[in-house]
């Protein structure tokens, strides 16, 4: 059963009609997933800097400066499965997913199985992918609306069997005190036996990293503080493989 739909779907309106703009009308994961849609595009690559951003004096430094990635589009029209099954399929060792739904009431990790993969139906199936692979990590956002549950998404280690040993849920703390969440930061919740804390910036300053044009700015988010985690997972699994 899914609780209030009505007010779900009001609330997601404006934003799946913006996404739906940014798309030619025949759209098609597939064929058209390597085009640029100017819709949010700094967020990917803002995410991406702070993972792999080159030592060269300019602007900041990633993480994992030499680390080799993988672009792989999302979109909020089209579910995870398609994505995660690209990224395995291409040897990907940990895939950083920063995004997802907003958690809620009635839509957060913990929700019932059940309802979760009927919310999940677009996404499923690549979550039972890792699982059945066992050769991939992976790392989302919890979200960043102060709930005490992270988003649906990273419910995936609780609703599919086998795949939290492999998963990370990342939850953001301040920049000028890291032993504390940040305010905006949803909570480990019931994804405690898989989560981890990162830095994710304060709402002033937050985490400065790439733009577009050759920028560089400054955003907050569990966005941010999941690339973070990324490279520490990635640390781990090439030191345990």
Known sequence: MIHNFDNLYNEFVTEFNDYKEAYDTSYDWENNKNLYTPLYDDHGTHVSGIIAATKNGSGMMGVAPNAALIPIRYD???????PIQTAVDNGAKVINASLGSDADE???????TDEW????????????????????VFVISAGNL??????MEAGAGLHVSGLDKLM?????????????LASYSN???????????????????????????NGYASYSGTSMAAPIATHSSGLIFFDCS
């Open 76 to 82: 909020f029209l089209h579910g995870l499965s398609k």
């Open 106 to 112: 009635y839509y957060n990790a913990a929700i019932d």
């Open 117 to 136: 993969k009927e919310m999940q139906v677009d996404s499923i199936d690549g979550f039972e992918y890792l699982a059945e692979k066992q050769s991939t």
């Open 146 to 151: 102060s709930y005490s549950e992270p988003s």
């Open 187 to 213: 909570q480990c919740g019931s994804a405690k036996g898989y989560c981890l804390a990162a830095p994710g910036g304060d709402d002033d300053p937050g985490v400065n990293s790439t733009v577009s044009n």
């Open 168 to 180: 990370l849920t990342v939850v953001s703390t301040k920049t000028a005190d890291p032993t504390k």
